[in-house]
């Protein structure tokens, strides 16, 4: 397991939130409407749109594209509200976020940090 490290920053960025949770949202979303799409390439009628439902392989092919355009919604919609509490919350105090660097992050050399 790597090891995390720790950054404080006084704010996020309102880009960087937006796109964490438009991004988890949309792959979250079309995830589970592909497995919904699954079901419906077996006759299940889970896939709905334009209140017909869509069985078959219409329905696997429909379900990832509608489950992108709801995650997009969603994403957007609550990033709003996690932007603005976050922009609140830093008013007060500053933010502190862990993360696991990456194997391409450029370290600090012993002649960079002498200077």
Known sequence: MKNTEKLEVARVRGAS?????VLGSVIGCSL??????????FGAEVVQWNEQYVTGIKGLIASPF?????????GLFSSVFTYVGLRVYSLFQGVSLEYVPSNNQIQPTADATAD
């Open 32 to 41: 589970i409407t592909t497995i919904f799409g699954v079901a419906a390439l």
């Open 66 to 74: 509608i489950g992108a355009f709801i995650g997009v919604l969603f």
């Open 17 to 21: 939130i937006v796109k964490l949770i």
